[in-house]
């Protein structure tokens, strides 16, 4: 059983805090506490997958009709100019060639990093020429 605190002294001669302080505790006794459940009582899978392996599962799902994907290798150096400040560059990017643009997150260690490209085979195609063009003026 919950035993409300005692009232502060100024409530009593504040009549605005009285009224709020009593309307708080109105409320928290008219409402039953909501918790989500512990993790123990949590009937999922045994082990969550980290969220980089859920979107690896969901860029690997199959495009929709009339889309295709494919895959380029960026040199990793060159991300941050694909990317640009804020990402603004690659959401122009995106919007010149209509095609989704996905940089994997690291490069584990390789020289050069995965980008995906998915759309039509036109929009692929402008987006990879726009890649190509800024790796090659660096």
């Known amino acids: 059983m919950n035993?409300?605190?005692?009232?502060?002294a100024a409530a009593s001669t504040n009549p605005l805090l009285a009224d709020a302080l009593a309307r708080a505790q109105a409320l928290a006794a008219a409402?039953?506490?909501?918790?989500?459940?512990s993790d123990d009582?949590?009937?999922?899978?045994?082990?969550?997958?980290?969220?980089?392996?859920q979107n690896m599962m969901a860029a690997a799902a199959p495009p929709?009709?009339?889309?295709?994907?494919e895959q380029v290798m960026v040199p990793d150096n060159m991300v941050g100019l694909?990317?640009?400040r804020g990402g603004e560059q690659i959401?122009?990017?995106?919007?010149?060639?209509?095609?989704?643009?996905q940089l994997s997150q690291d490069s584990q260690g390789m020289p050069h990093r995965l980008c995906t490209l998915t759309?039509?085979?036109?929009?692929?195609?402008?987006?990879?020429?726009?890649?190509?063009?800024?790796?090659?003026?660096?």
């Open 3 to 8: 035993v409300p605190p005692p009232v502060p």
């Open 31 to 37: 409402k039953p506490t909501l918790k989500r459940p």
């Open 41 to 53: 009582s949590y009937e999922g899978p045994d082990i969550k997958k980290p969220f980089y392996e």
């Open 64 to 69: 929709g009709p009339g889309m295709s994907t």
């Open 82 to 84: 694909i990317i640009g």
């Open 91 to 101: 959401t122009r990017l995106q919007a010149d060639s209509g095609c989704k643009i």
């Open 119 to 138: 759309g039509s085979g036109e929009a692929i195609s402008i987006a990879r020429s726009m890649i190509d063009e800024i790796i090659s003026n660096e």
